[in-house]
């Protein structure tokens, strides 16, 4: 039901593309539909819009649309991601461009990649906390579901050590682009209320966190069990 659901979306997007007017009218229903895309078949036909091979009306498909297509493709399996990595590392030779090869590399669906993706984040990074943040942007993936799974658990386990010797910037965006929100689910809400229970009057900053993480993350439980219930 919910492929069905995203698919949809996508189909919606596609359409609101072709309806809108040109500028950010057209940008934004671009970008939804780049987020929405979870199939194949979805996926391949961004990657004909970025490749040109269709036409829409009043669209420039911009270098940061195509990073994330270019990304979606490799988190996505998809035939052909590496050379399509590869094809935009040679035309955006930017910062911009070197950190989304970053966010491409930890986006690889392999337990190995994400293995030793995680090992880097806590031990010798990747040269800069920019660069790091990058790598951390392409980790979660909901479509990864099964090889990310001892990463929820891992992520927990880590957090007071990180709060308690990373600086503020760091452990800020260790936490917003670790958290496991992709998997919205009970046990996931559980396991993060837990944590919470333990931290008492210490760790300001993570127990804020958590709290709005919990709040959004139980919003996200409520909707989609809403949704089944109908």
Known sequence: AQERLVAAL???????????????????????MINAAANEADLALLARIADGEEAVAGLT?????????????VAYGMAGADG??????????SDRGRRAALRASTSVPVASVKAEAWVRFRGDSYGSLHDTVSAMGGFNWARQRDILEPYVEKFFASLVEVFETGDKEFVSDYFGALFPAYR??????????EL????????????????????????????REFAAAG
């Open 10 to 32: 996508c189909a919606a997007a596609w359409d609101g593309l072709h309806a809108a007017a040109e500028g950010d009218p057209k940008i934004t229903w671009m970008r939804a």
């Open 61 to 73: 498909v911009d270098q940061q649309m195509r990073w994330d297509i270019a990304i979606k493709h």
């Open 84 to 93: 399509r990595i590869e094809a935009e590392k040679e035309r955006d030779a």
């Open 184 to 193: 919205v689910e009970r046990g996931v809400l559980a396991r993060s209320e």
């Open 196 to 223: 919470l229970g333990t931290l008492g009057d210490r760790l300001p900053m993570l127990t804020r966190m958590l709290r709005e993480a919990n709040d959004d993350l139980l919003r996200s439980i409520r909707c």
